[in-house]
C-alpha cells in the first residue's frame, strides 16, 4: 500500500500541516475495501520552495505542476515507486467555458477550509490531518455519504468546469446514490456546456461508468433525464421508442441496450 512515509510527515508537521484529500478520504469513509492506487495530499503554512527542500530530502520531485501549486513527489517503499501529488491550498477562478479557462492562487496560508471548497461534491471536500486523523468536513460530506447523496459544493461547480456533471452520474451509478434535487437542476440548466469538454475527458468518465459500476445504466438514465445524453452519446437518443424486430421483446432499443450493459 502507497502511503506518504511518517518521516516525511514529520518533517513537514515542523513547518506547517498536512492533510490526506480527494477520493482515498472518500473510500475510508464508505469502508470501502480497496486498494487505492492514487494519495493526494495538501499541505498548508509552508511555501512552494520551502516543500520542495523537505521532499527532496526523503525523495524525488517533480515540479511539472508549479504553476498549480502542485508537486509530484515518488518515494521508494522496498523498491516500489509511490508517487503523489502534493499541493498547496489555492482558488480558482473560471475565466471562460473550457476546464482550462482558470486563474488559479495558491497561497500557503489559505486554510483548509478554503481549498475545499473549490472541490466538486461534498463527498470529495473532506480531508483528514496527518497530524492526529482528525476529519475535516465543513460542507457535510460525511451526512451526504451516509444519506448516499451527491450534492455539488458551490452553485458555479458545473459552469467552473462542465465535466463535472458527467463525474456526478458516474459517482451516482457507482455508488448507487441519489442527485440530490438542486444539484440536479444544476446539470439540467448547464447541460449543453458538456460540449465544451474534450472527447478524452468525456471517455475517461464513462470508462469508469462503465466499468466500476455494477449497474451503468443508472448513470445512463440520469444523463437521459437532465439532457447530458443528447450531447454527449445522441446516438442513444435514436434507441428511444424504437421496437425491436420480431414483435416478442419487452423493451424498446434503448432499454433493452441498458438492460444488456448491466448484465455484461
Given at each position: 500500500?502507497?502511503?506518504?512515509?511518517?518521516?516525511?510527515?514529520?518533517?513537514?508537521?515542523?513547518?506547517?500541516?498536512?492533510?490526506?484529500?480527494?477520493?482515498?478520504?472518500?473510500?475510508?469513509?464508505?469502508?470501502?475495501?480497496?486498494?487505492?492506487?492514487?494519495?493526494?495530499?495538501?499541505?498548508?503554512?509552508?511555501?512552494?520552495?520551502?516543500?520542495?527542500?523537505?521532499?527532496?530530502?526523503?525523495?524525488?520531485?517533480?515540479?511539472?505542476?508549479?504553476?498549480?501549486?502542485?508537486?509530484?513527489?515518488?518515494?521508494?517503499?522496498?523498491?516500489?515507486?509511490?508517487?503523489?501529488?502534493?499541493?498547496?491550498?489555492?482558488?480558482?477562478?473560471?475565466?471562460?467555458?473550457?476546464?482550462?479557462?482558470?486563474?488559479?492562487?495558491?497561497?500557503?496560508?489559505?486554510?483548509?477550509?478554503?481549498?475545499?471548497?473549490?472541490?466538486?461534491?461534498?463527498?470529495?471536500?473532506?480531508?483528514?490531518?496527518?497530524?492526529?486523523?482528525?476529519?475535516?468536513?465543513?460542507?457535510?460530506?460525511?451526512?451526504?455519504?451516509?444519506?448516499?447523496?451527491?450534492?455539488?459544493?458551490?452553485?458555479?461547480?458545473?459552469?467552473?468546469?462542465?465535466?463535472?456533471?458527467?463525474?456526478?452520474?458516474?459517482?451516482?451509478?457507482?455508488?448507487?446514490?441519489?442527485?440530490?434535487?438542486?444539484?440536479?437542476?444544476?446539470?439540467?440548466?448547464?447541460?449543453?456546456?458538456?460540449?465544451?469538454?474534450?472527447?478524452?475527458?468525456i471517455a475517461e468518465e464513462l470508462n469508469k461508468m462503465l466499468t466500476l459500476a455494477d449497474r451503468p445504466s443508472i448513470g445512463f438514465r440520469l444523463m437521459l433525464e437532465n439532457g447530458l445524453l443528447e450531447h454527449v452519446i445522441p446516438e442513444m437518443m435514436e434507441m428511444i421508442d424504437v421496437d425491436q424486430p420480431g414483435g416478442n421483446h419487452k423493451y424498446d432499443v434503448?432499454?433493452?441496450?441498458?438492460?444488456?450493459?448491466?448484465?455484461?
Amino acid at each position: 500500500m502507497c502511503e506518504i512515509s511518517d518521516r516525511v510527515v514529520e518533517a513537514i508537521l515542523k513547518a506547517g500541516s498536512i492533510y490526506e484529500v480527494g477520493g482515498a478520504v472518500r473510500d475510508r469513509m464508505l469502508n470501502r475495501n480497496i486498494e487505492v492506487k492514487d494519495r493526494d495530499y495538501l499541505v498548508c503554512g509552508i511555501d512552494y520552495r520551502e516543500l520542495s527542500d523537505i521532499l527532496k530530502k526523503f525523495g524525488q520531485v517533480d515540479l511539472v505542476g508549479r504553476s498549480f501549486g502542485v508537486i509530484k513527489y515518488t518515494e521508494y517503499h522496498d523498491d516500489t515507486p509511490c508517487t503523489f501529488d502534493i499541493v498547496l491550498p489555492r482558488k480558482e477562478f473560471s475565466t471562460g467555458v473550457g476546464h482550462r479557462d482558470f486563474s488559479v492562487t495558491f497561497d500557503p496560508g489559505l486554510k483548509v477550509e478554503d481549498d475545499l471548497l473549490r472541490r466538486d461534491f461534498t463527498i470529495n471536500a473532506m480531508a483528514v490531518s496527518l497530524e492526529d486523523d482528525k476529519l475535516i468536513d465543513p460542507y457535510g460530506g460525511m451526512t451526504d455519504l451516509k444519506n448516499k447523496c451527491i450534492r455539488m459544493v458551490s452553485h458555479d461547480s458545473f459552469p467552473e468546469d462542465p465535466l463535472r456533471m458527467l463525474r456526478a452520474v458516474q459517482f451516482a451509478a457507482r455508488f448507487e446514490f441519489e442527485i440530490e434535487p438542486a444539484t440536479l437542476s444544476a446539470m439540467t440548466e448547464h447541460a449543453r456546456l458538456i460540449k465544451t469538454i474534450s472527447p478524452e475527458r468525456i471517455a475517461e468518465e464513462l470508462n469508469k461508468m462503465l466499468t466500476l459500476a455494477d449497474r451503468p445504466s443508472i448513470g445512463f438514465r440520469l444523463m437521459l433525464e437532465n439532457g447530458l445524453l443528447e450531447h454527449v452519446i445522441p446516438e442513444m437518443m435514436e434507441m428511444i421508442d424504437v421496437d425491436q424486430p420480431g414483435g416478442n421483446h419487452k423493451y424498446d432499443v434503448f432499454n433493452h441496450t441498458l438492460y444488456a450493459v448491466d448484465a455484461s
